[in-house]
């Protein structure tokens, strides 16, 4: 019996280092989350201040300065074992949820703004408040799962018409929805392991022992991570906020667009070579960022440069160049698929090359080839 008491005791104080370590490990990666997330939340608000993209811009933040205090508060509550605080956190998850989704909302023009129809978003976080003063709270666990299943499904509704949803992003619509199937893997994680928290303290776990819990901060850290990663790539994961700023800051007329310096005229003229260069037109990831970088300059310069000696934006300039691409494979075999076309030029969506062929040339592509049928058959 005194063995089998040392062995217990032996195991008791093991079991009980590993709940030190585990605790430890998770208040650290909490602290690291929450400092990446105010790193994210100051980026955004950076990149708001350019004047376009701004309550897109602006939303995202929230969302990402709600997600670093929520991490920094189950912090405090892990430490010192504060109860509502796992409160306050669900209620800035109900806030962050709905921000995360009107981002894809209005971040696909520049000028966007939220309208009445947005203010149904605000009920998460009321239905929350309103659970939180009835004092049921375990009620509120329940309800925040609800909430992630119904705006997961919302956001694969999305998903689903993305090439209708994001045409105007052109050939930055690609991160974009890179970034929307992420944030719909996070919800669908955190929707299975919310559910399973919410069982296992169900059985009489308590929050800080719980598997779920570790797994939960090790998802939401690594969607931070990966944003912040994503957002100093370049091409960046939220490239149309990055560079279809700089077109929107393009103001046709202006002083400031009718004066290139030598070096800016040299500059586009790289650039306008680079164009030329099939290789490099008809890549369907070619940025501005991209181009930058593979003529060593910053994306800004550049873009000014474009601006004040070509009088466009760069994505005028490259779709000008990828229209008149078509045009000539057209020429070439009228009887050439449109979507054969459309792929070789380097566009990715089909209501993108359709829209920027339509307006250089007043026909939809099927209606400029079957002009040049009519002219060879003449």
Sequence with gaps: MFTNAIKDDIASSHHR???????????????GTSALGLVMTIYLIGLARRRSYVVACSLLAAAFALISLSSALLGVHLVYDIPELTQVRALLALIAVPCLYLYFEVARTPNAMLSRRHAAHILPV???????????SWVLDLFLIAVYLIYAVALISVWRDRENQFSALGENAHQTVVWLQTVILFLMTMLVLDGWLFADLAGGRFLKDSN???????????????????????????????????????????????????????LAERALHSLRDRAILTNESLTITRLARKLGVPARHLSQAINRVHKCSFSDLLNDHRVQFCKEIMREDTERSLMDVMLDAGYVTKSNFYRQFSIRTGLTPAAYRSKLRQEAQS
Excluded: C, W
């Design 17 to 31: 280092f590993q709940q030190g370590v585990v605790s430890i490990v998770t208040v650290v990666v909490l602290i």
């Design 126 to 136: 009321v239905g929350g408040v309103v659970i939180v003063f009835s004092r049921h």
């Design 212 to 266: 779920p819990l570790l797994f939960a901060i090790l998802s939401l850290a690594a969607l931070v991570a990966f944003s912040l990663i994503g957002a100093l790539g370049r091409p960046s994961l939220f490239e149309h906020l990055y560079s279809l700023t700089m077109d929107a800051d393009f103001k046709p007329g202006s002083r400031g667009n009718t004066v290139p310096s030598a070096a800016e005229e040299e």
